[in-house]
């Protein structure tokens, strides 16, 4: 449908240029997508099209899923979906209609299942038809420049979308009915891009700089040297045995074994509260808000319990397989950071520094010495109201740039 055929189609039909309107002020809102979604059938509907359901397939740029959809039925409420990356395609995906648009380079399909003689090629159509659908209508829309026409490979990772209309009324779609789902289309992929791309970069700010950090870069915390002090628990978690092992096997195995422990750590962290900032070769770097909670340390330290133990359980069933398997060492302290943005103007960091990010460091060193892979600090040690496990005194040791003796203690489970 050419740009003049778009204008004469809002010109005779006020519906198409409110929705149009309507959808480009969501856009500019930053409405959650599945409530957009959700409102634009809804009008539809309103404006007489008969809608039985709509769905949206979307690619997406995020390192576990690579596309995203999202599911309207008359009867039902909206869902969201997220497909995963997998080296080949599912079979329900190679005999959809989507695809075939796809790999045949067609911006829009019609069937009319419902007056159908012989079953339609495409399984789902049959699956709906059964359901009571009679029409079927889907528009796809890549998000650039590309001309009509032009197939797209299952390896394309270009942006864009289809979107598929179905109805159950005896006689289906009217022209009317099509002329404004295809003049309305074009604003309904701007929504759609628009909110795409919000949500990509929460995801991938969220993935790459940790949750919290991610959400105060997003809320505007993006100039070199904003930040504030918090009072927060301070995690440093390493691999032991990772750099002997590094000479040992292969890189692609290595980077297999990095991930597979950091997942377990990363899990245990984030479902006990913590935000991890980042990654350091082997280690990483975590904290705990205690403005966000009240019970930080007690947190940080049952998180370390059920580390030490999901740890050993771990590290088990990779020796049954005959992986390599690795120990860890975890130092806990708790005090006042400066939390924000440090580095250059064009490459940023957001982390934490201060004093008592030295002070966790310095017991980090204390592992070999002191034989204890879980190391505590006194301030933390103090400061938790119900621990999970008994703390153990190791005595009080003078560190590595800290001018007072400090006190250190382990976990001890019994």
């Known amino acids: 449908m050419t740009t003049d055929t778009l204008r004469q189609v809002w010109l005779q039909d006020a519906r198409a240029a409110d929705l149009a309107s309507w959808l480009i002020d969501a856009a500019i809102v930053g409405q959650p997508q599945l409530a957009i979604l959700e409102a634009y059938c809804e009008k539809l509907v309103e404006m007489g099209v008969p809608l039985m359901r709509v769905h949206v397939t979307q690619t997406a740029l995020h390192p576990v899923y690579g596309g995203v959809g999202f599911d309207w039925h008359q009867t039902q409420a909206p869902v969201r979906h997220e497909y995963a990356h997998t080296e080949e395609a599912p079979e329900n995906w190679l ?179 913590g935000n991890v900032l980042k990654f350091m070769g082997d280690g990483l770097l975590a904290i705990f808000d205690r403005e966000l909670l009240s019970d930080a340390s ?67 060193d204390m592992h070999r010495p002191l034989g204890q892979h879980v190391i505590v600090s006194e301030t933390l040690a103090h400061d938790v109201k119900d621990p999970p496990v008994d703390l153990v005194s190791l005595g009080r040791y003078m560190l590595r740039g800290v001018d007072q003796p400090q006190e250190l203690f382990t976990i001890y489970k019994g």
């Open 298 to 364: 007690d947190r940080a330290l049952r998180m370390a319990t059920a580390l030490d133990d999901k740890m050993a359980g771990h590290s088990s069933a990779r020796s049954a397989k005959g992986l390599p398997i690795l120990g860890y060492t975890m130092a806990l302290h708790a005090g006042r950071v400066l939390y924000g943005n440090i580095g250059a103007d064009e490459r940023l960091d957001f982390t934490v520094i201060g004093p008592e990010v030295n002070l966790a460091a310095r017991l980090a």
């Open 95 to 273: 005999v959809s209609p989507f695809f075939h648009m796809m790999s045949n380079g067609l911006s829009v399909y019609r069937e009319r299942i419902g007056d159908a003689t012989a079953p339609s090629r495409f399984p789902v159509l049959n699956e709906m038809r059964a359901l009571g659908a009679t029409d079927y209508l889907a528009l796809a829309r890549l998000f650039d420049d590309s001309e009509d026409g032009e197939p797209v490979g299952l390896d394309d990772r270009r942006e864009g979308a289809i979107v598929s209309w179905m109805s159950q009324a005896a006689d289906g779609f009217s022209e009317a009915d099509i002329l404004l789902i295809r003049a309305t289309f074009p604003s309904l992929c701007l929504t759609l891009k628009s909110g795409t791309h919000q949500q990509t970069a929460e995801d991938l700010l969220g993935i790459y700089l940790g949750r919290d950090a991610g959400r105060r870069v997003l809320s505007g915390e993006i100039q070199r040297g904003s930040s504030r002090w918090i009072d927060a628990v301070i995690c440093y978690f390493d691999l032991e045995g990772f750099t002997s092992m590094s000479r040992r096997i292969e890189g692609e195995a290595l980077i297999a074994m990095l991930n597979d422990y950091f997942g377990l750590v990363v899990t245990r962290i984030e479902e006990h509260g």
